[in-house]
């Protein structure tokens, strides 16, 4: 999806729950001072939702994203019991957000890890997440036994390889490794170790591909990250390795998502709503703005998001103005002041 240089791009914006508001707000006004194009939508969703009119997910906010193809999402709250399915998940079965794109870059050096550039590419609509559950009952016990039945089409297991090859190859990476767990669970994933490797193919001489069960993925992660560029596995895996691959790099305080699909895609920051912080104005907003700066590159902007990337880097590094979490006494507001000012 590309857009015009000047042209005016309608995105949904949802403030989110718990933190949500705050992270949301000094994210739309750092991108006000890059001038970027987004024209804002504000929409509800969550507990903020439930609040104003009953429903976690309103009609109204769907139609929103349906018009815009976009948007931008504080993190939200899923009521709990009352049979209210996980938010994230019904925007991403209802929009058809195949690809879930996690990407992990050291920003602040001398941690455990140095040099971090991982960026894990995770199907979104299938494996486990889309398993039919039910029990059966043993003699009193009605819930015995649990049993989950997951499934990968093959058709679904080639779109998000090739999204992944079609990623490396537009951001210049070298190599995508295909995490599997095709010698236990030989059908399920079996199908996308096969289909990842047929795709490959039509990429040869451009990008190298090789494969990791996912449990040796895991330990190498920990032990030799450096080796890992882009990485594309099944839901349950890519949701597990997404978060350990945040870790190397400082937490969910550093970690965009995005999630795609060929309609429609949605930018969020990968942490929670953090409930205990809210209100207190000390909430990190970079990884929301982490995840603006792929919304940009995603709508043709690449020229403001190399611009936000510069200014997040000067902040963060060269002025040293970071927030508690990442070992600085900054609040959201001084961080924010400090990125408008480096835009300006």
Known sequence: MSHALGEKI???LIPGDGIGPEIVEATVEVLAALGAPFEWDRQLAGMA???DSGDPLPLRTLDSIRRTGLALKGPLTTPVGGGFKSINVTLRQEFELYANLRPARTLIPGQRFDNIDIVLIRENLEGFYAAMEHYLPIGPDP???AISSGFNTRAEC???VRYAFDYAV???RKKVTLVHKANILKALTGIFLESGYEIAKEYEGRVEVNDRIVDACAMQLVLDPWQYDVIVTTNLFGDILSDLIAGLVGGLGMAPGANIG????????VHGSAPDIAGKGVANPLALLLASEIMLAHVGRKDLADRLETAINDTVLTSGIRTRDL???ADTRTLTDALKLRLA
């Open 327 to 329: 070992g600085g006494a």
């Open 10 to 12: 309608p995105a949904t």
């Open 158 to 160: 080639r779109r998000i």
């Open 143 to 145: 819930k015995a036994i």
């Open 49 to 51: 939702a439930v609040a």
């Open 262 to 269: 060929n309609d429609a895609a949605i930018f969020e920051a």
């Open 170 to 172: 537009k951001n210049g």
